[in-house]
């Protein structure tokens, strides 16, 4: 899973958009570095509407409650293995796929009574793109987003059945946009980042509060 990251260099983004060489404006005024994004909280994110944009998204999809169910559901991630199988995301990851900045993120490892967090980032560069899809505002939810997932790298593997899908450097403008990609090519897009160009390392407990946000979020204990 993914449901806490970091975007804590704002000024990255404007990197990884040339990097990718996308055509889109980006506009941080009013934006503050975040150090414990969490779900329903509202972040930058690349889309493409009629034309490639920087906006603010609510993180997680909300998804309609089931007759069993008491409420919705909301969703952080999409499974990368059944993007084009399951009706929450089949349409989003043919026609609305988008491009999540971050600077690192969170996975808790499990021992038998509690569960600690690690951090783990790309040493080589100050910021990634994580592959995203994306749903519309309606009537009563804001426009939102969820975090593609893959099998975890050998680094992830040792405390987490799961990873984010980083997209390479060549990899954001293949993966963003409202075309449909053959399921092969989607399949590679997903595959698990390269364990030897990411670093992890032990965080502070406080990050387990969703509402705690500082820059010790991300510092090695």
Not at 15 to 25: F, G, P, R, W
Not at 54 to 64: N, V
Request: glycine share 4%.
């Amino acid at each position: 899973m993914c449901t806490r990251y970091a975007l804590s260099d704002l000024k990255a983004i404007t990197t990884l958009v040339e990097a990718a060489n996308l055509d889109v404006y980006v506009d941080l005024i009013g934006s503050e570095p975040r150090f414990n994004v969490a779900l329903t909280q509202r972040v930058p994110v690349i889309t493409k509407r009629s034309k490639v944009k920087l906006e603010t998204l609510s993180f997680g999809q909300l998804l309609p409650a089931r007759a069993t169910a008491k409420k919705p559901l909301l969703l952080a991630n999409a499974r990368a293995e059944t993007l084009l199988t399951k009706h929450s995301f089949r349409d989003a990851a043919q026609h609305r796929r988008c491009l999540v900045p971050a600077t690192g993120f969170y996975e808790w490892e499990r021992l038998s009574t509690t569960r600690l967090p690690h951090y783990f980032t790309l040493p080589a560069g100050p910021a990634f793109f994580f592959a995203g899809l994306w749903e519309p505002e309606t009537a009563i939810n804001p426009a939102a987003f969820a975090i593609v997932t893959t099998s975890p790298n050998t680094l992830l593997g040792a405390i987490h059945d799961r990873m984010p899908v980083i997209l390479g450097p060549n990899s954001g403008a293949a993966w963003l946009g409202d075309d449909p990609l053959p399921p092969a090519r989607l399949a590679q897009l997903c595959r698990p980042f390269s364990a030897e160009k990411m670093a992890g390392h032990r965080v502070d407990p406080r990050v387990n509060n969703v509402r705690y946000e500082a820059p010790d979020c991300i510092a090695p204990v």
